[in-house]
């Protein structure tokens, strides 16, 4: 008997499996198809740990503490909902972009499991970024809202880096399985329709509804700079490049949003 598997299906169980500490069940199988529907599925798998930590960051300020403390909950409990997957991906992206060394040494950096400290300085920058701007919008009437959009949003940083054309660095990892598994014009959709829900999500809070815009062109940027990044100095990109352009692109969000 032959078994036909959905690379959706499959897909929305490697986004929720990969992307959150959420139990599912494993995809039977894991190609390029379902790394795409993953991709593409990302931003919607997400929005459980974006509810509940955003969640977590209006109950904090509704219960009366500085909207500081609410912000640095928000970034822990995403964090702990991800198993810190991207943070470590963008640590070791840091130490391997930052140590100046040539593409195999730099990659063997990236594959160690200490973190230099290039990633520190990173990760202690990219983590207070979001804590202060996630602190500005929870301050912020309806502001739960564009924080809750920004962080789902950020997951379509994958579409980006798993570009058609952008190569892997290495023939093995997550890296290999997602190099330019995404045609363009599915790109340009996952960011058109995060644009949209950003700007809703900037319109009801009272902001002007282009400042979603502005802060999805400023996160597609910054995110296709690291891969750029990535290609010219290590060859491609790997697993931990897919976090740390999760991780850029989060932050981008949530500092133009706060704007």
């Known amino acids: 008997m032959v078994t036909?598997?959905?690379?959706?299906?499959?897909?929305?169980?490697?986004?929720?499996?990969?992307?959150?500490?959420?139990?599912?069940r494993p995809?039977?199988?894991?190609?390029?198809?379902?790394?795409?529907a993953m991709a593409t599925?990302?931003?919607?798998?997400?929005?459980?740990v974006a509810l509940i930590a955003g969640g977590l960051g209006f109950a904090t300020v509704a219960l009366g503490w500085p909207s500081l403390v609410a912000g640095l909950l928000t970034v822990?409990?995403?964090?702990?909902l991800t198993r810190a997957i991207?943070?470590?991906g963008l640590a070791d992206t840091v130490d391997g972009l930052g140590s100046g060394r040539p593409t195999e040494a730099a990659l063997a950096i990236m594959r160690r499991g200490d973190v230099g400290p290039m990633g520190v300085v990173a990760l202690v920058v990219v983590m207070a970024l979001?804590?202060?701007?996630?602190?500005?919008?929870?301050?912020?009437?309806?502001?739960?809202?564009?924080?809750v959009v920004a962080l789902c949003a950020g997951r379509a940083a994958l579409a980006l880096v798993a570009l058609r054309g952008v190569p892997a660095a290495r023939p093995d990892g997550l890296g290999a399985v997602f190099a330019s598994c995404v045609p363009p014009w599915l790109a340009i959709t996952i960011w058109l329709v995060s644009s949209a829900a950003l700007?809703?999500?900037?319109?009801?809070?009272?902001?002007?509804?282009w400042l979603g815009v502005v802060a999805a062109a400023a996160a597609a940027a910054a995110v296709l700079a690291l891969v750029r990044t990535a290609v010219r100095k290590l060859g491609g990109t790997t697993g931990d490049v897919l976090g740390a352009g999760v991780e850029l692109a989060t932050t981008a969000l949530l500092v133009m949003l706060a704007r």
């Not at 995809?27 to 795409?36: C, F, G, I």
């Not at 919008?137 to 924080?147: A, P, S």
């Open 27 to 36: 995809p039977e199988q894991v190609d390029a198809r379902v790394a795409r």
């Open 199 to 209: 700007a809703a999500a900037a319109a009801w809070a009272g902001s002007n509804w």
């Open 130 to 147: 979001q804590a202060i701007a996630a602190a500005e919008m929870l301050g912020r009437e309806g502001g739960w809202l564009g924080l």
């Open 4 to 24: 036909v598997t959905s690379p959706w299906r499959d897909g929305w169980r490697l986004a929720v499996g990969t992307l959150t500490v959420l139990p599912v």
């Open 76 to 80: 822990a409990a995403t964090a702990w």
């Open 41 to 48: 599925l990302a931003p919607l798998a997400f929005m459980p």
């Open 86 to 88: 991207h943070l470590d």
